[in-house]
């Protein structure tokens, strides 16, 4: 099972206690669906209708440890969630290479950035700060089953 991390930053001073518990309750959602107005470029690419993800090649855990550089800010939600698949040469998943500002994320990841068009359910999220290895059901998120093991 592939995992995925998200990088949660709290740019509007809502505090990290109340994002986590947001996340952990409701999961990863768009901008779109939290109703946040992005700038026209950003909505030109796309990225209010996206969750991003950062893989595990070299450059995308040293881009995503860019972004963690204020633990008070910042912390990392990790996603194992089997409808997540990698586009290839040949075939078509559900995630898209976010590849910089050239269009709308699309094709391979030649960053380690990916895009996944639409929301990731709570049971998939493994929320740093919030959850740790003892939490009910942890095996099953590990295993990709989600929290509830129902996955």
């Known amino acids: 099972m592939k995992e995925y991390s998200h990088v949660c930053i709290d740019k509007n001073e809502t505090g990290l206690a109340t994002l986590q518990q947001d996340i952990a309750n409701n999961g990863l959602r768009t901008a779109d669906q939290l109703g946040i107005i992005l700038s026209g470029g950003s909505q030109m690419l796309e990225h209010h209708l996206h969750v991003f993800l950062w893989d595990d090649s070299v ?21 194992r ?3 997540l698949t990698e586009t290839g040469w040949i075939f078509s998943g559900t995630l898209r290479g976010d ?14 950035a990916w895009a996944y068009r639409g929301s990731i359910p709570a049971d ?9 290895a003892s939490t009910d059901g942890f095996e099953n998120w590990r295993s990709g089953r989600g929290w509830s093991g129902d996955g």
Request: one cysteine or more.
């Open 99 to 112: 590849n910089g500002h050239v269009g709308p994320p699309s094709g391979r990841s030649t960053n380690g």
């Open 81 to 83: 969630w089997p409808l």
């Open 59 to 79: 450059l995308g855990v040293r881009r995503r440890r860019d972004l963690l550089v204020n633990p008070e800010t910042s912390f990392l939600v990790r996603v």
């Open 124 to 132: 998939y999220c493994f929320v740093e700060g919030y959850h740790d």
